[in-house]
């Protein structure tokens, strides 16, 4: 009888545990774009604000039917504030910078895209398509870009997108996919 109790206690302890242990995954998203589908995992704990914001645009469908506006090759693969008529959507405030979280700009990684002020980060993002050590703190002017995720599956996706022939239109849309990349929807995973 003994030995069944400190059985029974002993799966659920087990059982807890790998709830708890389970409980601190890191959410992953799913994009889905006209040139394929990639997964993306969040690093919560080291960039909280920016998974959060990221998260909120996802869950109310913010990025639905935006593009990939910037792509260039050998660098990186910008979106999620355009829709594919080069109108921007509103967004929420600017958010805090974390690239001071130790996290780097290599190949593979989601960060927030932002103006020339360190803080002005709202719903736009890039993913690297190699090492940009350029990009992290303290370059290029100090602040840096804040690294919040990776790439998990699809980075062939990725470097498809950067592959698309682009244009210039006018001055404000430099390295424009000839074809729009349309960004169909993110969703959490898990």
């Not at 869950?59 to 050998?74: A, D, E, M, S």
């Not at 693969?77 to 355009?82: D, L, P, V």
């Amino acid at each position: 009888m003994l030995k069944k109790l400190i059985c029974a206690v002993a799966m659920v302890v087990l059982t807890v545990g790998l709830a708890c242990a389970e409980g601190k995954k890191n959410p992953v998203v799913a994009m889905e774009t006209s040139l394929g589908n990639v997964k993306i995992e969040l690093f919560q704990k080291e960039a909280p604000i920016s998974v959060k914001n990221f998260l909120d645009y996802a869950g109310n469908g913010f990025y639905n039917g935006t593009i990939f506006h910037r792509v260039i090759p050998g660098f990186m693969a910008q979106g999620g504030g355009f829709t594919a008529d080069r109108k921007q959507k509103p967004t929420n405030g600017p958010i805090k910078n974390e690239a001071a979280n130790g996290l780097k700009n290599d190949r593979g990684t989601i960060a927030m895209a932002r103006t020339s002020a360190p803080d002005s980060a709202t719903a736009q993002f890039f993913i690297n398509v190699v090492n940009n050590e350029m990009l992290n703190r303290p370059n290029p002017d100090g602040a840096g870009y804040a690294v919040f995720g990776k790439v998990i599956e699809g980075m062939d996706v990725v470097d498809k997108i950067v592959s698309v022939k682009t244009q210039n239109v006018n001055m404000v849309f430099q390295n424009f996919p000839v074809t729009p990349v349309v960004i169909k929807s993110v969703s959490v995973v898990k």
